[in-house]
């Protein structure tokens, strides 16, 4: 499995998901500018601050040149990754329904989550079993999972809802405790918490990799 | 010509900057303030004004969770002349 890892300006997490990509395969960075992915087998968009986040996040990222290429990619059954500010980026791409919005306490967070896998049916979660806990940081401002609700209904009709925060972790607010959702054709996962930063005993947790390494 | 986009919050979605904002201003002493919501404004120059609800759809507001309105000057004073729900053209 070779993985691409988009780094716009403003990027920060970048490194650490190649790192986690390269330890369940093979992987490198897809520059912002450049409208080529290199022939990759899956996409993870990373965490950061793209383009700064101005005006909104992920609203500008959206337009990058390698985007229209991770949006086709993506329509045709290609396997991305939106992580945090990936996600933010996906949403705004409408590869992934829903938005987010600032946590309820407008604070930075940045704490070890529990996440429950709703639906492991997905490439992405296929390491998983139904109703398994995952141990994987979370870090954001911006990270209010929103749909309107009859999305929502479509959604877990739909088996979209792929991960949740466990009761009590849900500490941004999040619509239905909805920590990741999934393209209708599950090729494309959004979360807010962090896989990447949760590959090595020494952080606390490997549950990170089940997700990353769940594609190869 | 110059333009002014203003974006708020979409009706219902929780808003915790407005909120923020309505706890705050009775501690300075300022009573009988409500329904404060916080959002965004966006001045610009445009050659042609028709494209600004474009913008706004695509880049500008994120239509799903946010409501925009556009505004140009009329003689020498703002009028508001366009939206989601506006008639445009």
Redesign the interface.
């Known amino acids: 499995m070779r993985f691409g890892v988009v780094r716009f300006p403003g990027t920060c997490d970048d490194v650490d998901a190649l790192l986690a990509a390269r330890r369940v395969g093979e992987a490198e960075i897809l520059w912002h500018a450049d409208a080529d992915l290199k022939g990759v087998d899956a996409v993870i968009v990373p965490g950061g601050f793209s383009y700064g986040d101005y005006?909104?996040v992920g609203?500008?990222a959206r337009?990058a040149p390698v985007m229209g290429e991770v949006e086709r990619f993506a329509r045709s059954g290609g396997l991305v990754l939106g992580i945090c500010n990936g996600f933010q980026v996906l949403c705004?791409a409408g590869l992934l329904p829903?938005?987010l919005?600032?946590?309820?306490?407008?604070r930075f967070v940045c704490r070890q989550v529990e996440l429950e896998v709703v639906n492991a049916g997905i490439p992405w979660t296929r390491a998983c079993e139904p109703g398994e806990r995952l141990s994987i940081p979370a870090k954001h401002t911006t990270g209010?999972y929103?749909?309107?609700d009859d999305v929502l209904d479509a959604l877990e009709s739909g088996d979209q809802v792929v991960l949740r925060y466990a009761p009590g972790h849900n500490f941004n607010?999040s619509a239905r405790d909805i920590a990741g959702v999934c393209s209708p054709e599950g090729n494309v996962m959004g979360l807010m918490p962090h896989p990447e930063h949760a590959v090595d005993v020494l952080t606390g947790s490997v549950d990170g990799l089940k997700l990353i390494g769940a594609t190869g | 010509m110059r333009a002014r986009v203003l974006i708020r919050p979409k009706e219902g979605?929780?808003d915790?900057?407005g909120q923020?904002v309505e706890r705050a201003l009775p501690a300075l002493g300022f009573e009988g303030v409500s329904h404060v919501h916080v959002g965004r404004l966006v001045e610009l120059d445009v050659d042609d004004p028709a494209l600004l609800p474009e913008m706004c759809e695509r880049?500008?507001a994120?239509p799903?969770?946010e409501d925009y309105s556009i505004e140009r000057p009329d003689a020498d004073r703002w009028t508001q002349d366009a939206g989601p729900d506006a008639p445009r053209g």
Do not use: M
Not at chain 1, 101 to 106: A, D, K, M, R, Y
């Open positions: 005006l909104r609203a500008i337009f705004e829903g938005a919005l600032p946590n309820t306490s407008l209010r929103w749909a309107p607010g | 979605i929780l915790p900057q923020a880049l500008l994120n799903l969770i």
